[in-house]
């Protein structure tokens, strides 16, 4: 069981009560969230000061126009905000903004994380157009039922970590069906119960998972196991995976917006990384041959060695590729086994050191002969 | 005269300053017999051994690629090897999920005086690499 307020208006407005009523209460000084860009369905990551500006914000919009995370992250990377932000972030943008916590590279200290059991997202390649209203309609519909939309995100139809970790308010979506008339908002946190205390709707008690939650979980679980072994069949082994890179324009898109690839300097972008002629000289002696541009899977293989073990899985990558390789796939299925080797969840817990920059002494001991 | 006779598989070593390269120095000044084909790269550290050293090993062709570090407990920077034990891990279970030949990687503990087990290592790996045959990836262009 845990603490939960009550609003007897749908979801939508539900949700921009609290953000309206959080701020004129002086409780935060902005709300960071997606605003409305235009009327075709355009959206963009805004910080909100101003009350009656909130009528342009979104949310819930199921689109992620950029893992906001890492947006968070370059609002906090030299301390906490000098005031106190709500911020509404999809599960996966929280465990995301708490990986680069770990590695110092933000500040969870004045941040209100607001969050939602998660329907998903969709790709953005189909966030613009006239029929927005009715692909809203379907997708509020869908959430509602708990079916899976097979226009989402890849990563989201597969996605079992649709219960956030770490928010202090989780607004109920996935599997209710009364989303139009009345909305609750778990509490998960002291810090969300401290916010929450004088915001509209009633106090109540209720229990966040199992049931329909248990059951979403199991209908992801099966999508899972069938791309993974879709996957399996097809990307397997050295030609597959060079079949697969063979597009890649190596424009590194897909590790630009990756929340964790945060360092500023890719060693893939730097000059190591450049084909120099002698470089292509001795490549061509070498192989008798040369791909253009070179090193794609060089690029791909080292960014999987250095960070997959924290990938979230939050599909951005596989959506700004503009030759359509599904990089996030790739990531998320060499992440899996990675990650359970060392019993991690990227981002469930901020204590939990990356695997990739702590060990234990004992430990893989048939490892180093 | 076959194949077998004639193909000499080319293996990349990582050695740790400290223990391993210095084991190599030893098997050299002890004339002990070291595979041919085998190149080393010295490091200050296994913990400096960055995956993509091994990767980049591995796509240009290398037919084995061997880490080598200090005994557990013995590093010289205290932590480097078991950093390097956990890359080894992360990299053999990667090059597993995408059905990659992990054999052709290897990570051995060989301190500055065991100059035979450098010996008989590099000399084991090396016949085990000459069995797998070629590197596909030596011929493979399109990287
Ligand atoms: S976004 Fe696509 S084309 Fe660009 S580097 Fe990544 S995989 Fe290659
Ligand atoms: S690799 Fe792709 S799916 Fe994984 S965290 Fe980065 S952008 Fe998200
Ligand atoms: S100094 Fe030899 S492994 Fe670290």
């Known amino acids: 069981m845990s603490d939960a307020i009550k609003i007897n208006k749908g979801i939508e407005e539900a949700v921009q009560d609290l953000l309206k009523s959080l701020l004129e209460k002086d409780k935060i000084k902005g709300v960071f969230t997606l605003r409305k860009m235009d009327d075709l369905g355009a959206v963009a990551y805004s910080l909100f000061t101003n009350a009656d500006e909130l009528k342009n914000a979104l949310p819930l919009y199921p689109f992620m126009p950029v893992n ?10 030299q301390g906490a905000t000098q005031e106190p932000v709500a911020a509404v972030l999809r599960p996966c943008e929280i465990r995301a903004f708490i990986e680069l916590v770990k590695r110092t590279q933000g500040d969870l200290e004045n941040i209100l994380l607001i969050s939602s059991t998660c329907g998903g997202v969709y790709p953005l390649k189909i966030l613009k157009g006239n029929d927005q209203k009715s692909r809203q309609a379907q997708y509020w519909e869908s959430v509602k039922k708990e079916d899976i939309d097979p226009e989402l995100r890849e990563t989201c139809r597969m996605c079992e970590d649709f219960i956030p970790h770490n928010a202090d308010m989780v607004i109920a979506a996935a599997g209710i069906e009364d989303m139009d008339t009345q909305c609750t ?16 709707g009633s106090k109540t008690s209720e229990e966040l998972e199992g049931g329909k939650i248990e059951e979403l979980k199991t209908k992801r ?12 069949k097809e990307q397997m082994g050295l030609k597959s995976l060079v079949k697969m890179f063979a597009p890649c324009l190596g424009c ?16 893939f972008d730097s000059k190591t990384c450049e084909y120099r002629p002698t470089s292509i000289e001795s490549e061509l002696k070498l192989k008798g041959g040369l791909k253009v541009p070179p090193g794609n899977i060089y ?45 991690y969840i990227p981002g469930r817990d901020l204590e939990e050191a990356v695997p990739s920059g702590t060990y234990k002494e004992q430990e893989f001991m048939e490892s180093g002969k | 005269m076959n194949m077998n006779d004639t193909y000499m598989p ?25 595979p041919a084909s085998l190149r080393v790269v010295r490091v200050m550290c296994s913990g400096r051994i960055d995956p993509l050293f091994v990767l980049k090993g591995f796509l240009k062709g290398a037919d084995g690629i061997m880490m080598m570090g200090c005994h557990p407990g013995d590093c010289h920077y205290q932590k480097g090897n078991y950093n390097a034990r956990r890359r080894f891990v992360m990299l053999q279970n990667i090059f597993e999920s995408l059905g990659l030949e992990k054999e052709r990687i290897g990570l051995w503990w060989v301190s500055a005086s065991e100059a035979p087990k450098y010996a008989q290592v590099t000399k084991e790996f090396a016949e085990k690499v000459k069995e797998l045959g070629p590197n596909p990836l030596r011929e493979e262009i399109f990287l």
């Open chain 1, 68 to 77: 906001a995370g890492k947006v968070l992250s370059d609002f906090t990377l």
């Open chain 1, 185 to 200: 908002i778990y509490l998960n946190t002291q810090k969300g119960k401290e916010f929450a205390s004088d915001v509209p």
């Open chain 1, 221 to 232: 679980q099966e999508q899972k196991a069938k791309i993974f072994e879709q996957f399996e």
């Open chain 1, 252 to 267: 590194h898109g897909c590790s630009h917006v990756c929340p964790i690839c945060y360092c500023t300097l890719c060693e």
């Open chain 1, 299 to 343: 690029f791909h293989l080292g960014r999987m060695s250095h960070m997959a073990v924290s990938c979230v899985s939050c599909g951005m990558c596989s959506d700004v590729c503009p030759v359509n390789i599904p990089v996030a796939t790739v990531f998320s299925r060499v992440g899996a086994p990675l990650q359970e080797v060392f019993e």
């Open chain 2, 10 to 34: 080319t293996i990349i070593g990582f050695l740790c300053n400290w223990c391993s390269y210095t084991g190599a120095d030893l098997a050299g000044t002890a004339r002990m017999k070291i």
